[in-house]
């Protein structure tokens, strides 16, 4: 059998997390992480020891380990299989989600909603690497560990009513170029980084960077139209550079700046 393995690793956004992207046809002994694991079994299957006992997992499905737990991996009829993990410290997890000592309760997941809440962190992990995304991609993180924990846990998250989202709102715009890290407005409004990041999305649609983000396009846009340059307009909507403009234009309306530009000068040459 000639051996398959290649293996990808990330840091996160703040320290204590990191990726790991794997394809490997390799069987691995018995052995345990000091943080939690959790991901998406992209490609092929494998059975695992587990502190639940044997188990298998399957492409499409989430698999999951606590801290400490011992297991394995062995591939289905030894073949290749490709999967996607985050790995969490016990610390770092307590400050995403506000409760510390939780223990995920199954090994193997099959939750739609999940599945797609770790596709959009590890999008977002592997397109936009920069410092000035490490944001987006702390709240992407939140939203999934906070869910992961709210279905899959030993302990409930506990649900509070907020009265500071509006002053987080208000920060942001206020900052637009500088926005503060996700823990510190958490903090400003006595919340948990997951309880700001639910109740922001259920006052304002969508959660604070992704809310912040969609405001600086609109502007972006806004200034392109009037005439501004597309570095101009870029950094005074927060945008780190020309490059960060277009990529979020192509993300989040399906064109660039310079195709908004153009069409804008045609419309005013229209006019005269």
């Known amino acids: 059998m000639n ?8 840091s996160g956004p703040f320290s204590g997390v990191h990726a790991v ?4 046809n390799r069987s691995f002994d018995k052995h345990w992480h000091d943080a939690y694991g959790f991901g998406l079994m992209d490609q092929g299957g494998q059975v695992s020891a587990s502190g639940r006992g044997q188990v298998q997992a399957l492409s499409g499905q989430i698999i999951t380990t606590n801290p400490g737990e011992v297991h394995d991996g062995m591939p289905i009829e030894h073949c290749a299989r490709s999967w996607r993990m985050v790995y969490v410290t016990p610390e770092g997890m307590a400050e995403l989600v506000g409760e510390p000592g939780v223990e995920l309760s199954r090994p193997v997941l099959d939750d739609a909603q999940l599945q797609q809440a770790f596709n959009l962190v590890f999008q977002h992990w592997d397109d936009t690497p920069k410092a000035d995304e490490k944001n987006m991609l702390e709240e ?3 939203q999934a560990c906070g869910l992961l924990v709210q279905r899959y846990s030993c302990k409930s998250l ?3 009513s907020p009265t500071s989202v ?6 942001l715009l206020d900052r637009l170029d500088s926005p503060p890290a996700l823990a510190e407005l958490a903090g400003l409004a006595g919340l948990s980084r997951y309880q700001l ?3 922001f999305s259920k006052t304002y649609g ?9 405001h600086r396009l609109s502007r972006a846009q806004m200034l392109i139209a009037r005439g501004t340059t597309l570095l101009d307009a870029a950094l005074s909507s927060g945008f780190s550079d020309q490059s960060h403009l277009t990529r979020a234009f192509a993300r989040y309306r399906g064109f660039t700046p310079g195709t908004w530009q153009r069409a804008q000068q045609r419309s005013r ?3 005269d």
């Open 3 to 10: 051996l398959v393995h290649t293996c990808t690793v990330r």
């Open 21 to 24: 992207k794997i394809r490997s």
């Open 140 to 142: 992407l993180l939140t």
């Open 158 to 160: 506990p649900d509070v």
């Open 166 to 171: 509006s002053r987080v709102r208000e920060v």
């Open 197 to 199: 990041v639910r109740h």
């Open 206 to 214: 969508l959660p604070p960077f992704a809310w912040l983000q969609q």
């Open 269 to 271: 040459q229209g006019k």
